[in-house]
């Protein structure tokens, strides 16, 4: 009987099921902004790899937009070069040239104002819709934002160089191996890039110790699993970077990415559609099981393997079926994220809800069509 009314299949009129994941896994939809999260931020110290001055800069643009102040956003930039300038030339004429103390008084006054601008935000309301124009401008921060933190080489916070992050098939992360340069800086300074799991706050590290290597000296080829020399990490490690990111900035990476926290970008349960939606089909006379069912069952598999492999703590087992358990929720929502190229395969979430949309569109399309006939031959 169902668990929800305790009812037969025939009197249920459905409900959701779920399978608990003894694992995190990234979330199919939203892998590319993670990719972009982890691209921005730096491994040693968790903060988005742009200048101080210039992350409050793009946070009051910002809140200006929110706050429905588009002019004053697209006006910040040269309102702040003139406070700049102003401050730098009252200072050059009181010290008779230029010095360090003229180009730091000025950047206080740049501080000044922006601490203005936000106290003047806290009294008003935010906007509940943005406007197209201001919606293009979002968009366009974003994406500046986000460039910003790329081109940076090294932290400006630390100073520390972080590896290229790069992923495969939308269900593998992995770390490159730093230059020879990077990593001579990186020791002079007494940086070691340590995982986040590893050292951290996170309270889940003394569990998941083992899955990313009690050994930290072991060579990094035996850490992935495809054989090559980068990385990998997997999402428990990636979690735990995302999380301590977050927690360094949070308003800015809401901003940033829309989300209301960093476990959306992982997934916990898969939501199982109730049997009354996922039908039995006969065929020939035979009874086949509905073709997300294989999906379902792959992933319960895999789901008792990787908790399997973690009892027996078997590392390079445990990686494996973990990547099989991403392979197949991102083939359940999405089976063209399928890295076996299957044309055959079944249909995913995806698949299933776009023909529906293209059978609904081809019946409102021929209601249409026929309304206009009548109305061309109707003499009304």
Not at 9 to 30: R, S, T
Not at 107 to 122: C, F, G, H
Not at 157 to 166: D, E, K, N, Q, V
Request: net charge positive; hydrophobic share 35%.
């Amino acid at each position: 009987p169902c668990t929800t009314c305790a009812l037969r299949y025939l009197g249920c009129p459905g409900h959701f099921g779920h399978i608990e994941l003894c694992v995190p896994l990234y979330h199919p939809l939203l892998f590319g902004k993670l990719m972009e999260l982890l691209r921005s931020k730096c491994l040693n110290c968790h903060k988005l790899t742009a200048p101080p001055r210039q992350l409050e800069v793009f946070r009051v643009k910002f809140q200006l937009l929110c706050h429905g102040r588009y002019s004053e956003a697209l006006d910040l930039d040269d309102r702040l070069a003139a406070v700049m300038k102003s401050s730098k030339h009252v200072n050059e004429n009181e010290k008779g040239g230029k010095d360090a103390f003229s180009i730091h008084s000025a950047e206080l006054a740049v501080d000044t104002v922006l601490k203005e601008i936000s106290n003047s935000m806290s009294t008003t309301g935010k906007v509940d819709k943005l406007s197209s124009f201001e919606d293009a401008h979002y968009r366009e921060l974003v994406k500046e934002t986000i460039s910003a933190c790329r081109t940076a080489k090294s932290c400006p916070h630390c100073g520390a160089f972080s590896p290229r992050i790069r992923q495969d098939s939308s269900n593998k992360i992995f770390q490159s191996p730093l230059a020879a340069t990077s990593r001579r800086i990186n020791e002079a300074d007494g940086i070691e890039l340590k995982p986040a799991l590893i050292g951290g706050k996170d309270n889940n590290a003394d569990r998941d110790d083992f899955v990313d290597g009690k050994n930290e000296e072991e060579d990094e080829e035996t850490r992935s699993p495809d054989g090559s020399r980068d990385k990998y990490m997997h999402p428990s490690e990636v979690k735990a970077q995302v999380e301590r990111t977050w927690a360094t900035n949070p308003e800015l990476c809401y901003l940033l990415f829309a989300v209301q926290g960093p476990k959306v970008f992982f997934v916990q349960a898969v939501a199982v559609p109730p049997n009354r939606f996922r039908p039995p089909m006969h065929l020939g006379g035979m009874v086949v099981e509905h073709a997300q069912n294989m999906y379902l069952n792959k992933i319960l598999t895999s789901n008792e393997l990787v908790r399997a492999s973690f009892v027996t703590k078997n590392e390079a087992v445990a990686y494996k079926h973990w990547i099989d358990l991403q392979t197949h929720l991102n083939c359940y929502m999405d089976s063209s994220k399928d890295p076996s190229m299957n044309q055959n395969s079944s249909p995913g979430i995806r698949q299933l809800l776009e023909r529906k949309e293209g059978i609904f569109r081809k019946h409102m399309m021929g209601k249409r069509v026929n309304f206009a006939c009548r109305s061309v031959i109707s003499p009304d």
